[in-house]
Nanobody
Framework: QVQLVESGGGLVQAGGSLRLSCVAS????????MGWYRQAPGKQRELVATITSSGTINYADSVKGRFTIIRDNTKNTVYLQMNSLKPEDTAVYYC??????????????WGQGTQVTVSS
């Protein structure tokens, strides 16, 4: 059983920073792509950033230059460093990972989400 656990969310003022962490655990054979998504109230879930196992990164235009995604393969962990936060960044942030277990090929797993609130 694979589990993704996010942490690091909270309440910050506009212009502030937060660092989100996501740790994958369980019967993991390999982790392929990892990423962060977010969903604001009344809106659809959107991609924030992704990173492949080889380090290729993609960011949403709305966060380029402000957010940084990092992964530590030795810890099965992916981070999202968020700087210059805006009220528009307020959302529940979800960790996502394409993971191959000992029993099957790649499957998308999601964390429970962590709330990020940016005040004006």
């Amino acid at each position: 059983q694979v589990q993704l656990v996010e942490s690091g969310g909270g309440l910050v003022q506009a212009g502030g920073s937060l660092r989100l962490s996501c740790v994958a655990s369980g019967s993991i054979f390999s982790i392929n792509d990892m990423g962060w998504y977010r969903q604001a109230p009344g809106k659809q879930r959107e991609l924030v950033a992704t990173i492949t196992s080889s380090g290729t990164i993609n960011y949403a235009d709305s966060v380029k230059g402000r957010f940084t995604i990092i992964r530590d393969n030795t810890k099965n962990t992916v981070y999202l460093q968020m700087n210059s936060l805006k009220p528009e960044d307020t959302a529940v942030y979800y960790c996502n990972a394409d993971i191959s277990t000992w029993y099957e090929g790649g499957y998308d797993y999601w964390g429970q989400g962590t709330q990020v609130t940016v005040s004006s």
